[in-house]
C-alpha cells in the first residue's frame, strides 16, 4: 500500500504536470469506484473543471480545482494515478479516465478496486472520506514527543499498533513503521505505555527523519514515474528490517526476526530491539 512517502511523491511528481489544465470530460468504467456523489454527477460536475494544486494529507491526496471544488482519493493497496499520453494503451484495470486540454490523460487504475474517490465541493462540508478523523501529520512543524505521550503514552498496545494508528498519526503504514521502530531501536510488541519520556523523544525526531529520507529516496522524474507505471518506487534497496527477515541485521549483524502484531507483519532485530 502507497504510504506517506509514496503519496508524496506522486504529488511532487503529478502537481506541475496538472497545473492549469482543464478537464475536457471524465470516463468512468468502473462507477464503484466513485464514493461520493453520484458517477453521472461527478462526471457532469468536473468537465470544465481546471486543476490549481495538489495537496497530500495523509495517504490521501487533494486535487484542488479553481473553482474551490476539490478531488480527494485514496490509492489503498494497489491504487495508481497516472497522467499519460492518450494514446498509451491502458492499463488493464483502469477504472477512470479524465481527458484534459493539453491532449493527455488522467488515469485512475487499480488492481484490486479498493481506492476511492470523492468530489466534494467549495462549500460542502466532507463528510464522507474520512479525513476528518486523521491525525496529526508527522512532518508539521510542531510534531513532538509531548503530543506523542498525550496521545499515545496511557496505551497498552504495542507501539507497532500504535503508529498504525491514522487518528493520530495520519500517513504510517506497515513498512514505515518497521523502518523508524528499528531506527529508534524500540521493539514493535513494547506497550507503548511502557516507554519512556526519552523513547517518546527519540520517536517525535525519527518519525518525521524516516518519512523525510524516503521522501528524499523516491524522488523520480515523470517520464522515470510513468515508465515504471507509477509504482516501482525507489526506496526498497535502502529499505533497513522491511521485509528482510532472515537478512543479517544492518547494524549488528545478528538475523533478522519477523512477528504478527495486531494482525500485521513485523520485522525486526532482537538485538538492537531488545
Not at 499520453?85 to 487499480?110: C, M, Q, W, Y
Not at 522515470?224 to 533497513?240: A, I, M, V
Request: one cysteine or more; charged letters at 25%; aromatic letters at 6%.
Amino acid at each position: 500500500m502507497p504510504e506517506l512517502p509514496e503519496v508524496e511523491t506522486i504529488k511532487r511528481v503529478l502537481e506541475p504536470q496538472l497545473q492549469g489544465l482543464t478537464i475536457d470530460n471524465v470516463v468512468i468504467n468502473r462507477p464503484e469506484v466513485v464514493a461520493h456523489p453520484h458517477g453521472d454527477e461527478f462526471c457532469k460536475l468536473l468537465t470544465g473543471q481546471a486543476f490549481d494544486r495538489i495537496e497530500r494529507r495523509g495517504k490521501f491526496l487533494l486535487l484542488l480545482l479553481n473553482s474551490g471544488d476539490r478531488i480527494i482519493i485514496h490509492l489503498r493497496m494497489t491504487g495508481c494515478l497516472l497522467h499519460t499520453p492518450a494514446d498509451l494503451p491502458k492499463e488493464k484495470h483502469t477504472h477512470i479516465v479524465f481527458r484534459l486540454n493539453d491532449g493527455k490523460d488522467l488515469r485512475f487504475s487499480d488492481t484490486r478496486r479498493f481506492g476511492r474517490l470523492w468530489l466534494v465541493k467549495k462549500n460542502e462540508i466532507d463528510i464522507y472520506s474520512g479525513i476528518e478523523r486523521l491525525g496529526k501529520e508527522p512532518l508539521d512543524s510542531d510534531f513532538s514527543a509531548g503530543y506523542l505521550i498525550a496521545h499515545l503514552g496511557k496505551r497498552k498496545k504495542a507501539i507497532k499498533e500504535c503508529l498504525l494508528d491514522q487518528r493520530v498519526i495520519a500517513g504510517i503504514g506497515n513498512i514505515y513503521a518497521d523502518e523508524i521502530l528499528f531506527a529508534a531501536k524500540i521493539n514493535p510488541a513494547r506497550p507503548a505505555n511502557s516507554l519512556s519520556e526519552k523513547d517518546w523523544m527519540c520517536l517525535a525526531q525519527v518519525i518525521p527523519q524516516q518519512l523525510s529520507y524516503f521522501i528524499e529516496k523516491n524522488e523520480m522524474t515523470p517520464a522515470e514515474y510513468l515508465e515504471t507505471k507509477g509504482q516501482n518506487y525507489r526506496n526498497t534497496p535502502f529499505l533497513q528490517v522491511y521485509g528482510r527477515q532472515g537478512e543479517a541485521c544492518p547494524a549488528c549483524n545478528h538475523t533478522l526476526c519477523r512477528m504478527v502484531i495486531g494482525g500485521r507483519s513485523s520485522t525486526h532485530c532482537p538485538a538492537c530491539q531488545k
